[in-house]
């Protein structure tokens, strides 16, 4: 659950050697894989779930508001964590800051 006593801080995480392969996360229970369409759902049903959200509905229209605009960049920028069945249960997403100034993270 999100705890929204503890006060927000940006997190900014920089890899040093862009070019240097990344080791996938090797679990008997869990894999991960990009978004596909149609995880919007999921992406609202587990925002939802860790209380970002009051409710479906709401992550739905934030997600159709801040990542569809960019839809073509969601299959490198969003990824899911699945368990055993395939049902995704967490996500992690490397998106844009929101300024004037804003540019994609690489």
């Known amino acids: 659950?999100?705890?929204?006593?503890?006060?927000?801080?940006?997190?900014?995480?920089?890899?040093?050697?862009?070019?240097?392969?990344?080791?996938?996360?090797?679990?008997?229970?869990?894999?991960?894989?990009?978004?596909?369409?149609?995880?919007?759902?999921?992406w609202a049903r587990i925002e939802t779930s860790v209380g970002e959200f009051d409710n479906e509905a709401e992550a739905l229209a934030y997600f159709e508001k801040e990542f569809m605009p960019e839809r073509a960049q969601l299959g490198q920028r969003m990824f899911f964590a699945l368990d055993q069945s395939g049902t995704p249960v967490g996500t992690a997403t490397a998106w844009k800051k929101p300024s004037k100034t804003a540019h994609w993270f690489h």
């Open 1 to 42: 659950m999100l705890d929204k006593s503890i006060p927000y801080a940006e997190i900014w995480m920089k890899r040093a050697h862009k070019n240097t392969p990344i080791q996938p996360l090797q679990s008997d229970n869990y894999s991960l894989r990009s978004y596909q369409a149609g995880d919007e759902r999921h």
